[in-house]
């Protein structure tokens, strides 16, 4: 069975500074790994998304994550965060087979200084 | 554009009254999720559907049911809920048997239970 392991539940950062959120995964073969963050009060919005290829890869909003088989880890990383990156992320694996069900992990809720 | 819609944005019900919760989308989807959300927790899949075929997962309580009676829509049936369901509810699409496929999301309903 795949798991998800997000092992910062919160990260404070200043407005400027840069950001990375780590990602751990398990999963028997070859992995479908996506960062999803989730304003307050809202649904899921997808911030990219990786399935083969180059391993490092870029979303929106400035974000941009690396995959790392070798770690099997999928970090989040954004050079410099706004003060609108404040919100809750989520990685998660998917499963192309068996619906494409999503695996998330525990989140990560990020907090932006002034 | 909204492409998946929830309705309500917000359903509150009494304790052991049966409520219904509502999905659509605009996608053309085969495959449609509904996933639990507690506070300050990650997303957890209740079930879904692959066209017309419903999956369970093993650990999904009795209490929830699901319908879906067109390639559109999908129905979260809650026969008599507890406090305990009270949660953010979120419905997500994919289109399955495709590589490079993602689920979309759309902005969920918390159900409050009194």
């Known amino acids: 069975a795949q798991s998800v392991t997000q092992p910062d539940i919160h990260i404070t950062v200043s407005e400027g500074a840069s950001l990375e959120l780590r990602c751990n995964y398990s999963y028997g073969a070859t992995p479908y790994l996506f960062w999803y963050v989730q304003s307050p009060g809202q649904g899921l919005q997808l911030l990219l998304k990786y399935f083969s290829g180059d391993t490092l890869v870029q979303g929106i909003k400035g974000f941009e994550a690396e995959f790392k088989r070798s770690q099997s880890s999928f970090n989040l990383r954004k050079p410099s965060v706004h003060w609108s990156d404040a919100a809750e992320y989520f990685c998660?694996?998917?499963?192309?087979?068996?619906?494409?069900?999503?695996?998330f992990g525990g989140g990560t809720r990020v907090l932006v200084k002034p | 554009d909204a492409m998946v819609i929830q309705n309500p944005r917000y359903q509150v019900t009494q304790f052991g009254k049966p409520v219904t919760l509502s999905c659509s989308q605009t996608l053309n989807h085969n495959v449609m999720y509904w996933y639990q959300q507690k506070s300050s927790q990650a997303p957890k899949l209740l079930f879904h559907y692959y066209d017309k075929d419903f999956n369970n997962e093993a650990d999904t309580p009795d209490n929830f049911q699901s319908r879906r009676p067109n390639t559109s829509f999908c129905f979260l049936d809650i026969r008599s809920p507890g406090l305990g369901d009270a949660a953010m509810y979120l419905c997500?699409?994919?289109?399955?048997?495709?590589?490079?496929?993602?689920?979309?999301f759309g902005q969920g309903t918390r159900l409050t239970v009194v």
């Open positions: 997500a699409t994919s289109r399955e048997g495709t590589l490079n496929t993602e689920a979309f």
């Open positions: 998660a694996v998917g499963a192309l087979a068996a619906g494409n069900k999503l695996t």
